[in-house]
């Protein structure tokens, strides 16, 4: 019987995988509905799914290969610039633009807390980049890239990536600006495949790139701006990052894989 569901799960890894990571991250939202004082989700939950699929369709190797590409770091010093410095462009950008359609200036103690985003950074890189990008591209985009082009794997993955946040509508989201959110997501999906195939399938990559959106978008960049302002601005970063992942499908197609020249 064992050997039987093993064969299942290896011929059909990510029926399971996705529900179990979407089960294992959402608890705190599962519970609160029952009674418990609990919210939000757990991005762990995403790495643990990954684990535990891969160990019942791969054993061992399988899990030795995931671990191998979570740590795999000889890729070239582009990609770690690409990784860290593309999310605080995309961020400014927008930033820019914002003020540039008629959004309040910050104010000067605003600007003043850039050096926030250091520790923001450490956070959601051991927590948020570690807990997701483990799943989402370590696991989930390997696999429907063996059957698919890397462009519709990527937003298949993105599809679940937005759906996965869901419970964060409405807490640490408005409902006005979840359609922009959303959009930014799926996005966000094809820039990252981007550079986990032409980074050598590098997670760590995907990791620093995921905590460097979220250190800087998140926690400083949409923390400058409330109200009808900060709502542009969610459009506008949506549309900055849709037209940053165009670019990349329509310089590299549907593998998402830089060549040798350029990025």
Known sequence: M???FRSVVREHPLPFFFPLAFLLSWYPTLLSLVGVRASGINPLGVLLAALIVTGLAGGRSGVTALLRRMVRVRV?????????LLPACLAFLSLALNLLFGARLPA????????????HFIIMFLFVGLG?????????????????SALASAMLVG????????????????????????????AG????????NSAKQSVLLCMLLHASVNAVTSGYVF???SGADQARLWRIYALVWVAGAAAIAWRTGPTLRAGDQGL
């Open 108 to 119: 000067p103690e605003q600007w003043a807390k850039w050096p926030e985003i250091a520790d």
């Open 132 to 148: 997701e990008e483990s799943g989402w591209r370590g696991f989930a985009l390997p696999e429907l890239q063996k059957r698919r």
């Open 2 to 4: 064992q050997s039987a």
């Open 159 to 186: 599809v679940a990536w937005a759906l996965w946040h869901l419970p964060l509508i409405g807490t640490e989201f408005r409902w006005n600006d979840a359609p922009a959110f959303l959009v930014s997501v799926l």
């Open 223 to 225: 923390q400058l701006f």
């Open 189 to 196: 999906s094809v820039v990252t495949a981007w550079l986990f």
């Open 76 to 84: 070239g010093l582009r990609w770690y610039l690409v990784a860290l």
